[in-house]
């Protein structure tokens, strides 16, 4: 039985920024009633027993628990490297003191753009001058920093400048991550999804840049499933090296996992050992049994682990099925077809704000008759990718 080597910690969805591309769940109602801080210092105390060294803490923004401090100097207590994954927005000196005595490892800060206008629109809030504030403080109280910036066709031909604040921040590390097409990404996709022309102007920037500050900022690239021929391999393999535990103590074996109709995984019913080793949702798509053609007889499938799970679900509708990115999915027609859509710039990102309603009122959406946001296409369990046609945007979440 593998261990796991990291534990991301979603410690609450509620954000101030509202990003198009964002990750978290398209229904928050049922991520209300959050771990609470005794709840969450026994997870980590469980995922230590279990092997895990790296504790990732994350949301929607962590910096809104209050808590935070509490749980992070618990960890730092267990032996844990804990590291922050936050928008920057409410990294107050303070605060930033506080995580620092607590014993908080690493700061990983989010940035839209290169330029306020931008990454505010992108952002949904004024946020780009408080982002910069944040990063700065970083570097002041001696943490790495890395800077994350999600990369997408609005965004993308910015590289070279963003990559030119980053070293003006003294970025430490630079992750330039592609949208990958889960939550509210997948809903607004074909607002999304760069072009192939878009893609081959960074990756020259990006070399370029590597070159030049070798040694110096080290500068991570991750291109968009789509464009790629064969599948990454999603989380290293399904339950093989992270588990990821949503605010409401649901387990999974990667942060998009909660959109498959799978049994779920709750730390507040079971042991985090019980759920990694035993519980039928890990053990489901572990190894390499559970493959169907041509995954089965592949050379590459203790390599990408027929693909993600999640994305096979999203675009065929059935998560068992090979990840249609490989060009050797029967449904990879799926993806070709999303390509050429971004190629011909059929779509563009609207940027107006979404009515931010009171919580209390929001209504749940009905239902989904297929895969969020497809159409079957006939008999069997093919599904067309139909993403909406506006942008829309994560409604804010207890703030």
């Given at each position: ?204 920037v990006v070399r370029a840049a590597r070159e030049r500050w070798r040694g110096r900022m080290e ?13 990454k391999p999603c989380m290293g393999g399904w339950g093989r090296r992270q588990l990821t535990v ?121 239902p989904p008759s297929g895969p969020p946001g497809g159409r079957r296409r006939g008999p069997g ?19």
């Amino acid at each position: 039985m593998p261990r796991p080597f990291g534990l991301l910690a979603e410690l609450t969805y509620a954000c101030p920024l509202h990003c198009p591309y964002c990750s978290n769940p398209l229904d928050l109602g049922d991520y209300r009633r959050e771990l609470s801080t005794s709840e969450w210092q026994r997870v980590l105390a469980e995922a230590r027993q279990l092997g895990v060294l790296q504790l990732h803490l994350s949301g929607g923004e962590p910096l809104l628990r209050r808590d935070l401090v509490t749980i992070v100097h618990g960890a730092s207590e267990l032996g844990l490297y804990t590291n922050l994954i936050t928008s920057g927005i409410g990294l107050s000196p303070e605060r930033a003191e506080q995580l620092r005595e607590a014993g908080l490892g690493h700061v990983q800060i989010s940035l839209q753009a290169d330029e306020a206008a931008l990454s505010d629109r992108i952002a949904g809030a004024r946020s780009f001058e408080r982002k910069l504030a944040a990063a700065r403080l970083v570097k002041e109280l001696g943490w790495p920093l890395t800077l994350n910036v999600v990369l997408h066709r609005h965004n993308l031909d910015r590289v070279a400048d963003v990559l030119d604040l980053a070293r003006e921040l003294e970025a430490d590390r630079v992750e330039l991550a592609n949208t990958q097409y889960y939550g509210w990404a997948w809903r607004n996709r074909q607002a999304l999804l760069p072009s192939r022309e878009q893609l081959d102007r960074a990756e020259a920037v990006v070399r370029a840049a590597r070159e030049r500050w070798r040694g110096r900022m080290e500068i991570v690239y991750v291109l968009p499933d789509y464009y790629e021929r064969y599948p990454k391999p999603c989380m290293g393999g399904w339950g093989r090296r992270q588990l990821t535990v949503a605010p409401n103590g649901d387990a999974f074996p990667c942060p998009a996992a909660q959109v498959l109709p799978l049994p779920r995984a709750n730390v507040r019913e079971h042991p985090l050992a019980w759920i990694w080793e035993r519980s039928p949702l890990f053990q489901r798509f572990r190894g390499t049994d559970w493959m169907p053609e041509p995954c089965r007889s592949c050379a590459r499938r203790e390599l990408d682990f027929g693909g993600c799970r999640c994305q096979a679900f999203l675009l065929t509708g059935d998560a068992a099925r090979t990840d249609p990115v490989c060009h050797l999915s029967p449904d990879h027609g799926l993806v070709i077809e999303a390509v050429r859509a971004a190629d011909e710039g059929r779509r563009s990102l609207r940027v107006a704000p979404v009515p931010r309603p009171h919580p209390e009122r929001r209504s749940r959406p009905a239902p989904p008759s297929g895969p969020p946001g497809g159409r079957r296409r006939g008999p069997g369990q093919r599904f067309d990718p139909q993403p909406p046609t506006p942008v829309d945007r994560p409604r804010r979440e207890g703030v």
